[in-house]
């Protein structure tokens, strides 16, 4: 029922910024609470960032906080994650999820029932 798309992955050095954009398709995106998860590269997926329906309640991982943000624009049906600080852990590839029956921000990975394809962020020390 619905796409997501990622965007916005490169490589930065550390201490640099990126924003990560997430567009998906279809006419209920501003039903579905959105959140951010990454995996790095032999490890377990992990959860970063997640958001309400309106964006009014938001949760983050605690290595995270004070240095990512995640944000949306129902009207653009697109989800952003806006990335300062960035330290050599944070790299991984970073996926967006809709979770199609929210009751809050979920953390729990398997609550999400459509992902994108990813997008890779490298930081370089």
């Known amino acids: 029922q619905v796409q997501l798309v990622e965007s916005g992955g490169g490589l930065v050095q550390a201490g640099g910024s990126l924003r990560l954009s997430c567009a998906a398709s279809g006419r209920t995106f501003s039903t579905y609470a959105m959140g951010w998860f990454r995996q790095a590269s032999g490890k377990e997926r992990e959860f970063v960032a997640a958001?309400?329906?309106?964006?009014?309640?938001?949760r983050y991982a605690d290595s995270v906080k004070g240095r990512f943000t995640i944000s949306r624009d129902n009207a653009m049906n697109t989800v952003y994650l806006q990335m300062n600080g960035l330290k050599p852990e944070d790299t991984a590839v970073y996926y967006c999820g809709a979770d199609r029956t929210p009751l809050f921000p979920s953390s729990w990975e398997k609550e999400y029932d459509y992902w994108g394809q990813g997008t890779q962020v490298t930081v370089s020390s």
């Open positions: 958001i309400s329906t309106s964006g009014s309640r938001t």
